[in-house]
């Protein structure tokens, strides 16, 4: 690519932009609207809520019902109507474990429609296989005896309003869960128009002095500032790998040095990653804005940003530090500029009060330190 003038410049930026802006991400990304209703019943901890909420269950059915309908002794009784209801329960929990991968395809009022039939089927099944033991075993002499139809009703009744008020739950969550998301890709889009015109509109005016005396990097550098513009508009979802964030990173402040030159020093510290490790999309962009504007474009002669990177457990830590100036500038509010507690709030929607982000001075270090936990892709 020749450029000639800086009129050339200004239009090949132009057509760019315009790319890109045609490119960006609309709403929600595919994996925002296609959010999984139900959760995986498969796993320890709902196993063990079931229990606990069948138990419950139990308990107040044990007090409500007469003791002679199914034993005379109060403890007898809880015995076999937690036996009962605890059945009930996890043969329900196993069969949305077994179909929830299928469920979850489906759209939404069919899936929750789908989950009851199968729920209602599952404790009819069960009474009518404890009706079959009760005559296997001796205790009952006919498979029609005549509380038969009663058991049925009642059993099918109960279950019916625990299951809606279940689903009824989920529902909710899903719907709270998308909201959330939404506001969150609201978010991400806005961090993507709040780059700094002064970052933007300086390196274009670099780009362009360096047009007459080193082509070579003026082209190198307006493919680095279109490859930043499109890794960041491409990401349509709210969670990427780190790497990628990496990336994005090293791509803005590849630019922010055409601007300030050797006035800019980075220090990386990386560490290992599992593979698909994944944190919150453009997070380390903002952190290092914030570095560059309050740390190093006050200071004359700039300074170093250090920036660490580990994974210590469950944890990721990100540790960015940059220099003091001894005179400070006021701050005031910019719409342009990410504040610390943007990016906090953003984090909270994400990990709730399991991600920190603390900041304060030590020595003529400020510096920022995040704490995340470890999520990864879903293959």
Known sequence: MEL?????????????TSRLDASAPDGLSPAVESGQIL??????????????????????????????IVSPYLLQNLLLISLYVQWVALSGTAVLCVTRR?????????????????????????????????????????????????????????SAFVYALLLRYFVAKHELKQATLSEERTRTQAMLSRIRPHFVFGSMNIIASLIRSDPVKAESAIEDMADLFRMMLNQEETLVPVKNEIDVAKKYLTI??????????????????????????????????????????????GGTITVRLSEQGDKIYIKIMNPIPRVRA????????????????????????????EFGEEGDQFIVTVVLPTRKEQS
């Not at 000639?4 to 760019?16: E, V």
Request: some cysteine; glycine content about 4%.
């Open 4 to 16: 000639s003038n800086k009129g050339a410049l200004q239009s090949w930026i132009r057509n760019a």
């Open 39 to 68: 959760p995986d019943f498969c796993r320890g901890w709902i196993i063990f809520n079931v229990i606990v909420m069948a138990e419950m269950l139990a308990i107040v059915i044990t007090l409500v019902v007469p003791r002679y």
């Open 102 to 158: 299928y469920l979850n395809k489906l759209p939404k009022l069919q899936a929750i429609g789908m989950a009851y039939v199968l729920l209602l089927g599952a404790t009819w099944l069960v009474t009518e296989c404890t009706i079959w033991m009760l005559w296997l075993t001796g205790e009952i002499s006919s498979l029609r005896p005549e509380w038969y139809s009663h058991l049925h009703i009642v059993t099918i009744t109960i």
């Open 256 to 301: 922010e040095r055409l601007r300030l030159d050797e006035r800019l020093r980075i220090d990386w510290d990386i560490g290992k990653f599992p593979r698909k490790a994944v944190m919150p999309v453009l997070t380390l962009q903002p952190l290092l804005e914030n570095a560059i504007r309050h740390g190093i474009e006050p200071i004359p002669a």
């Open 330 to 357: 006021k701050r005031t509010e910019d719409s342009h500029s990410m504040s610390l507690d943007d990016i906090r709030l953003r984090f909270r929607n994400h990990y709730g009060d399991a991600a920190k982000l």
